[in-house]
């Protein structure tokens, strides 16, 4: 029991005191008969002093090193100090020594790291490469030119001009679901410290790394995306068909970005796997100096000038080039969300909360001509000199 408690409660009883004084000497049977409500007051302020020590003792961290300390400073080791016994003991009781009374089976206990570890998530997502809108539409309508017959020529005086057509065709893009959803104890929620604010920023990465692929390479068939290397255009050697010796990565491309010149795009990003960049890292010339040092510069790594994201997102040995600011564009029906409930199938009786995430998006690939995608072991060999 708490001094400042104590001290109120013997207050208290001293004031009781002084009027049963009072009492006694003008009513003996309501003195008899406070006197026992007084005694039968005291023993259940004892009995709950006593009771409030055990919980409390019962509440402490009960390793070997607290019974130890706590056996010591009750005077455990005072004979042999005194020279009065030549040994000292002291027992701790079985029960004490079990998980259940909440030892901590730690002789020294460990220091406790705040926070969750986990590996890192990608730098770059590609929707940080495109422009974004929103809609409130399920699907997203836009026209673009499918052919162009040009008539344009330099015309005589009084002749007849020629005809020129343009050719436009209207596209839907549908908005499609990406989701998932893990269920997660009551007690998990409740005893776990900043579990709930790990899982809002953690689950949404996850959730967006499965939109990197969906972009990157959805097949189009609902519920997927139509992704950016699906529609575009693939490498074609052209002129550089067979022509190149020992043909490598570098070059490979280079040729894509005459392709996309050619079709009178810029490229703006170079998008390649990790393994595949580090490839382009280790070439050599003929006196075995490495090539990167033609190309390679600053903290952010470009070829012949164009920025160059790496990603997990994309496959090992595929590309993609082109004019990301142009070409697509992803738009946002609902945005990446994070919901808990606690009503979803069985989770009351179970002590479940069911944790969902989901977003609704849809992606219109304008110009499959602002695209280059390939694979660099084949598109080498299409270079190699015969």
Known sequence: MEENTKSQIDAIAKEIEVKFENVASTNKDE??????KFNELNSRIDAQEVA?????????????????????????????????ARSAK???????????????????????????????????????LIP???????????????????????????????????????SDANV??????????????????Q?????????????????????????????QLSGIITDSTDFAAGGFANAIESANEFDVLTVAMNQLALANYQANYIMINPTDFHKILLLKDSNNNYLKDQWYQGLEPRINGVPVVLSTAITSDKYLIGNFSVGTQLWIRDNVSVEFFRE???????GFVTCRVMERVALTNYLPNAFVNGDFSVDKAALETA
């Open 31 to 36: 003195f008899n008969m406070l006197t026992e």
């Open 52 to 84: 409030t020590k055990k919980f409390n003792e019962s509440r402490e961290p009960k390793s070997f090193k607290n019974s130890l300390t706590k056996a010591i400073s009750e005077g455990a080791l005072d004979a042999l100090k005194e020279g009065n």
């Open 90 to 128: 002291f027992d701790i009781k079985a029960g004490d020594m079990t998980t259940a009374n909440s030892y901590t089976g730690e002789v020294i206990p460990a220091d406790r790291v705040a926070g969750y570890k986990f590996d890192p998530t990608r730098s770059t997502h590609v929707r940080q």
């Open 132 to 170: 974004t809108g929103s809609t409130a539409s399920d699907v997203v309508r836009f026209v673009k030119e499918s052919a162009y017959d040009n008539g344009a020529a330099a015309t005589a005086e009084g002749a007849t001009m020629a005809q020129s057509d343009f050719d436009f065709t209207a």
């Open 176 to 193: 499609q679901k990406i989701s998932t959803y893990f269920r997660i104890s009551e007690e998990m929620l409740a005893d776990t410290p």
């Open 195 to 223: 579990l709930t604010s790990y899982l809002s920023s953690r689950a949404p990465e996850k959730l967006l790394e499965v939109e990197d692929t969906q972009i990157l390479s959805g097949t189009g068939v609902a519920p």
């Open 344 to 350: 979803d199938g069985t989770n009351v009786r179970d």
